[in-house]
Every structure is written in C-alpha cells, then in structure tokens.
C-alpha cells in the first residue's frame, strides 16, 4: 500500500487546497466502513465531529457564529425542524467564513465543518470531514511533523463511526422522515 503521506507531500508542492483525496491510504478503512453504514449514524458521527471543529474555530475566533449555526440548523434539519434551504444556507454560510480568514489551518476547518454538516444531506458528503480537518492538521503542524497526529485523527475517525453504528439507535432525538426512509 502506498503511504498516505506521498499524496501529501504532492499535493502540498502543488499547492493545493485539500491536501487529502478520498482514495488516500488512510481513509480507505474509514470508507469502507461508511459505504455501508446507515444514514443516522453517519449524521451522528459526522455532526459530532463537526461540533469538535466549531470548538476549536470558536477559541480562535470567539465572536463568529456561523460554524456554530450551521451545526445548530444541520441538527434542525435533521430532526425535521427546518427544511433543506434554512440549514443549507448556515452550511454556505460556514464555508465563506473559509473566504474571509487567511489562516490556511482555519479555512480547512471552515470546510471541515460545512462538510461534515452536509452529511444530513447525503452520505456522499461522508469523508468531507476528515478530507478538511486533516489537511488542517498537516496545515497546523507542518509536513514534517504531522505524522503521528494524523494517524491517530485517521484512528479516532473509525472508532466514532464504530461506535455510532452500535449506538445510532439509543440517540434520544428525533429524525426527519427523509432520514428514515
């Protein structure tokens, strides 16, 4: 198997955006698992994630609110609270925070976070999330350095989803009915 850093490395040069594709060796377990895994607990997992990813925007930029809006309304829409449109507008509107800062680390995680919410939309949107935030890593720690956090992110990402697929139905909240058909 190749190592997931090559991509990395490549892409890095290149200057890239996303410093991850999907195919990359360190996804490939953690897209297996996802092809197969029932919508809710995809939701769960990836909103869980994104929650993460707002906590840390928000100790970096303490009065931006659209992160955390585009959370709260993905968890709406997924209840059934609001439609698509509201919750897709506050996911748009995460993403051009991504526009507005200049740290390359935060605007992977602007995107992580967006990503991750569209995941109510469709599990399509499934390895957005870790595609972002790992490339934030690489961002914050340097190519040189990012290894073994990398790794362990990649770990944690499997475990979540492990854990959400033996879990999904104890969630306590409810689900639109297009998240139960």
């Known amino acids: 198997m190749t190592d997931w850093l090559e991509e990395v490395q ?5 200057k890239n955006q996303v410093l991850f594709s999907k195919e990359n060796p360190i996804l490939q377990e953690l897209s297996f698992l ?6 809710r607990a995809l939701v769960l997992w990836a909103l ?9 925007l ?3 930029y303490p009065a931006e609110t659209r992160p955390r809006q585009a959370v709260e309304a993905s968890w709406l829409w997924a209840s059934g609270e609001i439609k698509m449109r509201p ?3 506050a996911i748009l509107d ?6 507005e800062i200049s740290s390359l680390e935060d605007i992977a995680l602007c995107h992580a976070v967006g990503q991750g919410c569209s995941v109510v939309h469709t599990p399509g949107h499934t390895l957005g999330f870790p595609l972002y935030e790992l490339t934030a890593i690489v961002r914050r720690l340097g190519l040189e350095s990012c290894w073994d956090a990398v790794e362990r992110r990649a770990k944690e990402y499997v475990e979540r989803l492990l854990y959400w697929h033996n879990h999904w139905k104890d969630y306590p909240g409810k689900w639109a009915a297009f ?3």
């Open 87 to 89: 919750a897709q507008r």
């Open 48 to 56: 869980e994630l994104a929650e993460e990813g707002v906590d840390t």
């Open 94 to 99: 995460c993403h051009a925070l991504a526009r």
């Open 58 to 60: 928000e100790s970096k």
């Open 34 to 39: 996802a092809s197969g895994e029932e919508h």
């Open 10 to 14: 490549q892409k890095y040069k290149r």
């Open 179 to 181: 998240l139960c058909r």
